[in-house]
């Protein structure tokens, strides 16, 4: 199949936390990301970091910087870097190819694929193996997830972006080979909370409410405690019980009233 003059082809790339089987989106209160119950669903996103040598970066690099031209003549390409002494993200220029991806310790690229689901299942990325038969097809294979590691061809679709007043190309996963399949890996175990001035905390004073009852038992039942409810006697039991005011027979289901408002 001819690629079309927006796409771009890479082989033998690794991938990382690839989020493709179901369109995903981020939980605002826990900060994970929560698989979508529908492929239709507006909010979600499709993602996926490809790892690649530094010659692909650069293919894709020079390739993303044409088409920005193309698309914003006489525009400057900011993008967002994380300063180290604040944390907070400044707009900066892009002045080389190595700015639109993050090195590797091992000499190689990382750059993220994602596209939203507009709300249309067509937006969904491709997955085929080496027998050009496509997987992770609901009917045949409904748990299957590309896992962390797995090795790959990919076409990436790039896309001209403008918001804000900023311009700047969105790289898309479009579709993917798979060549091996790594092993899922078990998530890692919760890091140990490290207590570095134990032996020198002070000790906290109890509050009133604990030097009153600190020493009574707490019970420990599931059940509600039962409460007896007694009937207070009347503070004027000498007084007259009151007559019973007469109500208007439309409040009572009878005919209703004839006045017109």
Same mark, same amino acid.
């Given at each position: 199949? #001819?690629?079309?003059?927006?796409?771009?082809?890479?082989?033998?790339?690794?991938?990382?936390?690839?989020?493709?089987?179901?369109p995903? !989106?981020q939980?605002?209160?826990t900060?994970?990301?929560?698989?979508c119950?529908s492929?239709?669903d507006?909010?979600?996103?499709?993602?996926?970091?490809?790892k690649?040598q530094?010659?692909q970066?650069? @293919?894709l690099?020079? !390739?993303? $910087?044409?088409?920005f031209?193309e698309?914003?003549?006489?525009?400057?390409?900011?993008?967002?870097?994380?300063?180290?002494?604040?944390?907070?993200?400044?707009?900066?220029?892009?002045k080389? +190819? #190595?700015?639109l991806? !993050?090195e590797?310790?091992d000499?190689?690229?990382q750059r993220k694929? =994602?596209?939203?689901?507009?709300?249309?299942?067509?937006t969904?990325?491709?997955?085929?193996?080496?027998?050009?038969e =496509?997987?992770?097809?609901?009917?045949?294979?409904p @748990?299957?997830?590309?896992?962390?590691? $797995?090795?790959?061809?990919?076409?990436?679709?790039?896309?001209s +972006?403008?918001y804000?007043g900023k311009?700047?190309?969105?790289?898309?996963?479009?579709?993917?080979?798979?060549?091996?399949?790594?092993?899922?890996?078990p998530?890692?175990?919760? %890091?140990?909370?490290?207590?570095?001035?134990?032996?020198?905390? #002070?000790?906290?004073?109890?509050?009133?409410g %604990? =030097?009153?009852?600190g020493?009574?038992?707490?019970?420990?039942? $599931?059940e509600?405690?039962?409460?007896?409810?007694?009937e207070?006697? $009347?503070?004027f039991? #000498?007084? @007259?019980?009151?007559?019973?005011?007469?109500?208007?027979?439309?409040?009572?289901?009878?005919?209703?009233?004839?006045?017109?408002?």
């Amino acid at each position: 199949m #001819q690629l079309k003059d927006n796409q771009i082809r890479f082989t033998n790339v690794e991938v990382l936390w690839p989020r493709l089987d179901m369109p995903y !989106k981020q939980n605002s209160a826990t900060g994970q990301w929560d698989k979508c119950t529908s492929i239709l669903d507006e909010d979600g996103k499709y993602e996926v970091i490809i790892k690649f040598q530094p010659e692909q970066a650069e @293919e894709l690099a020079a !390739k993303m $910087s044409a088409m920005f031209k193309e698309n914003f003549p006489g525009k400057h390409w900011l993008i967002k870097v994380r300063d180290p002494e604040t944390g907070g993200d400044n707009d900066v220029p892009v002045k080389k +190819w #190595q700015d639109l991806f !993050k090195e590797t310790d091992d000499g190689r690229f990382q750059r993220k694929l =994602q596209i939203k689901t507009y709300g249309t299942p067509t937006t969904k990325p491709k997955i085929f193996d080496q027998h050009f038969e =496509q997987i992770g097809v609901p009917e045949r294979e409904p @748990e299957f997830e590309m896992t962390t590691g $797995s090795m790959i061809n990919c076409v990436v679709d790039l896309k001209s +972006w403008t918001y804000g007043g900023k311009h700047g190309i969105s790289t898309r996963p479009e579709a993917f080979m798979v060549l091996t399949r790594a092993e899922r890996k078990p998530p890692p175990e919760p %890091a140990q909370k490290l207590d570095y001035f134990g032996d020198l905390a #002070q000790p906290k004073e109890k509050s009133e409410g %604990a =030097q009153i009852f600190g020493d009574m038992e707490v019970p420990t039942t $599931s059940e509600p405690i039962a409460r007896s409810t007694v009937e207070a006697a $009347s503070p004027f039991p #000498q007084a @007259e019980k009151k007559e019973d005011i007469a109500v208007h027979p439309s409040v009572n289901g009878g005919p209703e009233d004839e006045i017109p408002f």
